[in-house]
């Protein structure tokens, strides 16, 4: 009975600790979604109607951006570079310093501390795929 009970307090005591060894990745954004594609979308912007933003992942691992002050700079931004994945597989970051959150048909812009943005325009920091477009954005 004294076995028992040592076997439910420390089933018990360790069911709130979490061992990296064990975090399964194997149900990773990056493993099971089919992340690479082209996204698009309008996040807010102070000094401007909207920050217009199209982007594009592709393999291995690399970007393509192309960004719109929507208002008041006619002159669009356009990059490209390359990402890395986190550990647990789910977010990216890419190597002009955004962070976003992958999910099967979207991104999400994430804050500094890899967090969802809050606030009355936190949908709005989202980027949607767009179905049948890759590989089509050109950098001149």
Request: aromatic residues 10%; glycine residues 10%; hydrophobic residues 30%.
């Amino acid at each position: 009975m004294k076995n028992l009970c040592l076997v439910i307090v420390l089933t018990i005591v360790g069911c709130g600790q979490q061992d990296a060894s064990f975090i399964n990745t194997t149900s990773s954004s990056k493993d099971t979604l089919q992340w690479q594609g082209v996204y698009h979308g309008v996040f807010p912007c102070l000094s401007c109607e909207g920050m217009d933003t199209t982007l594009e992942l592709t393999l291995p691992n690399k970007y393509t951006i192309h960004t719109i002050r929507l208002g008041t700079d006619p002159n669009p931004y356009r990059g490209s570079g390359t990402f890395k994945w986190d550990q647990s597989g789910n977010i990216i970051i890419l190597d002009r310093g955004h962070i976003y959150q992958v999910y099967s048909d979207h991104l999400y812009l994430l804050d500094v501390k890899f967090r969802r943005i809050k606030g009355p325009d936190a949908d709005q920091y989202r980027v949607d795929k767009i179905e049948g477009l890759g590989q089509q954005i050109k950098i001149d």
